[in-house]
T-cell receptor, first 113, second 118 residues
Framework: GNSVTQMEGPVTLSEEAFLTINCTYT??????LFWYVQYPGEGLQLLLK?????DKGSNKGFEATYRKETTSFHLEKGSVQVSDSAVYFC????????????FGKGTKLSVKP | GAVVSQHPSRVICKSGTSVKIECRSL??????MFWYRQFPKKSLMLMAT?????????EQGVEKDKFLINHASLTLSTLTVTSAHPEDSSFYIC??????????????FGPGTRLTVL
């Protein structure tokens, strides 16, 4: 069945360090791919998305590229800030009225000053 | 962006009692609402999808008689955990879709409700 696998956390980095959170997926078709972020005490928020192969999603300095050949959607940021500390979820989904999403387990990121 | 609230944020109850969790879309009308459950160190698992004015569609393995979902209006969906047991302790999250044919990026998530059953 369809699934999403992302790297185990927690990830602890110093401010201005480079971030990579790996995400791979299995799917029967060609889903859209998403990264959601959950800040402490808040709901999940869409960070970025890509709807087809080779698309790059980007937002707030974060980027992820839809790689069909490696079934991956790794999240990257060149220089993290303390305010980026949160839990990051990779997800896949299909369109239609249901809009079902399949999530990874989440990766907690802590950025130290 | 659109805001979704959940109430309560945290609830502790005794085994055998029922607990109701509310999910509200505060500044938009939600044609579809989703209920997820999150176990510690596990991903969010979709429990059910509810459309305003109709019966919820439950995912395989989710007991519809135990997890009652009501989507009575375009801004409110409720999840009632009936006869709760300790194994129902979990983090329950709702999301709302403001478009009838939206993709995942049209889902706006609530902050979640932590249920602890003693």
């Amino acid at each position: 069945g369809n699934s999403v696998t992302q790297m185990e956390g927690p990830v602890t980095l110093s401010e201005e360090a480079f971030l990579t959170i790996n995400c791979t997926y299995t799917a029967t078709g060609y889903p859209s791919l998403f990264w959601y972020v959950q800040y402490p005490g808040e709901g999940l928020q869409l960070l970025l998305k890509a709807t087809k192969a080779d698309d790059k999603g980007s937002n707030k300095g974060f980027e992820a590229t839809y790689r069909k050949e490696t079934t991956s959607f790794h999240l990257e940021k060149g220089s993290v800030q303390v305010s980026d500390s949160a839990v990051y979820f990779c997800a896949q989904g299909y369109g239609g009225s249901q809009g079902n999403l399949i999530f990874g387990k989440g990766t907690k990121l802590s950025v130290k000053p | 962006g659109a805001v979704v609230s959940q109430h309560p944020s945290r609830v502790i109850c005794k085994s055998g009692t029922s607990v109701k969790i509310e999910c509200r879309s505060l500044d938009f009308q939600a044609t579809t609402m989703f209920w997820y459950r999150q176990f510690p160190k596990k991903s969010l698992m979709l429990m059910a999808t509810s459309n305003e004015g109709s019966k919820a569609t439950y995912e395989q393995g989710v007991e519809k008689d135990k997890f009652l979902i009501n989507h009575a209006s375009l801004t409110l969906s409720t999840l009632t955990v009936t006869s709760a047991h300790p194994e129902d302790s979990s983090f329950y999250i709702c999301s709302a879709d403001q478009t009838s044919g939206g993709m995942g990026d049209e889902q706006f998530f609530g902050p979640g409700t932590r249920l602890t059953v003693l």
